[in-house]
């Protein structure tokens, strides 16, 4: 007859919590580092202007604006708060706007002064900073930040 000792103490949870706590943990700290790498690579890669924009909404230089955060417990982003960032990622097209508008104009080093004339603008092609700083990091640099937070 054999005797089997019984007892309370449950070890595999026990090892298995420990092992999901530091999964979740892992996971949050991999999407930190991985958010923080996509913004420091959109900084790389954004356009920066030759001169200072006098404009409000363009005050602060785009690659200035690029950060990162946590949005939930293993969930990050990188972002651009610039008024302009959307219009460098995407590109304008071109359009025809009244000439109903107050700016120094460059070229003739005075300012514009609106009438009833119209500003055919060009538009503007777009430079993607965002969206290739994403292509990288999900192809290069979040495997192995991931491998090397994981247990």
Known sequence: MAIVARSRTVFARDSFGAYAAE??????????????????????????????????????????TINWRMTGGSRAEWYATSGHALHVEFGTSATVRSANVKFFWD???????????????????????????????????????????FP
Do not use: W
Not at 33 to 62: F, I, N, V
Not at 110 to 134: C, D, E, K, V
């Open 23 to 64: 999964c979740t943990a892992a996971a949050s700290r991999t999407a930190a580092k991985t958010a923080k790498e996509g913004a420091k690579t959109s900084r790389r890669l954004a356009p920066s202007g030759a001169k200072r924009d006098p404009r409000p909404e363009h005050a602060t230089p785009l690659k200035r």
């Open 107 to 149: 070229k003739q080093g005075r300012m514009f002064l609106p009438g009833s004339n119209m500003i055919n603008h060009p538009g503007m092609g777009a430079q993607p900073y965002l969206r290739p700083a994403y292509a990288m990091v999900a192809q290069g640099k979040m495997m192995s930040i991931a491998k090397a937070e």
